[in-house]
């Protein structure tokens, strides 16, 4: 697998190596040792899987400490942009996103360590996403931030009308550029 490292400290994008011939490909879509190796230490203890229709905007979601979650995403079926917002304190691109192609055809894995919010609108006619999380589900701690939020400034590609939300996304807060949302391992040395 070929790892690219974002201008984002930590967020890697992933592309396995697939295997073509005349019953289709083959690829390992998870391998815990070359992960280790090239992208994280990371232990993944949850697996998710949701399907969404076009326009679907899933996000943007984060769990706080002590339940905050790294992810590794990948789509197994359609294309969406994946968005990963950087929410650690006294990070140099603290409030800035990369934002991510991935799809069934490019196959493209991203990883988001612990202290980003996460979302992904869906391009295509429909898409299956699947991730792994290194922290269990904490309902009581899951928090969101608004998609269109003005300093986040996130280009999620379709035109806002086509955009669907979830009763508990329109309502998510607007990015705050003083709050501390995930404390930084170099602040407190
Ligand atoms: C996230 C999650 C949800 N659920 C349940 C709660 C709820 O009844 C139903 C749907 O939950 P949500 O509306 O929060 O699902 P969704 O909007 O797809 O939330 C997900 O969005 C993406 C962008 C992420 O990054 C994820 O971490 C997660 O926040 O599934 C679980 O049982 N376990 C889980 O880990």
Redesign the pocket.
Known sequence: MEVEYTEIEGLVIIRPEIYRDERGYFFESFSQREFEEKVSKTQFV?D?E?RSSYGVL??L?FQKNPFA?A?LIRVISGKVLDVAVDLRHNSPTFGKHVSVELSEENKQQVFIPRGFA???IVLSDHAVCQYK?DNY?APDY?EGLMWDDKQLNINWLLPDEDIIL?E?DKNNPNFDLNSVYFESKKSKN
């Open positions: 949850q998710n949701s899933r996000g979601h979650q992810k996460h979302g992904f999380c589900y899951a979830s508990k």
